[in-house]
């Protein structure tokens, strides 16, 4: 079963809007699922297990991933269906989430991406969050 169905899309627009957004073309529905997932899976996958997440089914997904993913879908799907100016506000939060994810500014309740330090093949640490940077000058009075 995939992480997010056409169907769960209702919660972001009632479904008979996200009928006509969608026509025909589940195909590319289901497209631009899959690239919002990958989005995503890079922003994510320094940092947590992308497998564990991903591979969730039911309750046992995160809901703030899955409402993050909702909010890129949707956008992707009403940009596709009508040109022009469009209210990409919950796009812009999702995208500021990734973002902050992804350098360690903001830390998700997800779980975290392990590697294997002893060499017997089992992750057993967790992946340490690096804040990449430089440093802050300061000036003084000399």
Known sequence: ????SIQELNTEAPESFINILKGTEDDAINEIIADMIDLMKTN??????????FEAEG???SRTVLNYLK????????KRRKQGVLDGSDYDEAMKWLEEVSTGKRKADLPPKKVDTNGDGIPDTEVPFMKLGRRKNYTNGW
């Open 1 to 4: 079963m995939p992480f997010l």
């Open 44 to 53: 994510l996958g320094s940092y947590y297990d992308i497998t564990a997440i």
């Open 59 to 61: 309750a046992e997904r």
């Open 71 to 78: 909010d890129l879908v949707f956008y992707k799907i009403q």
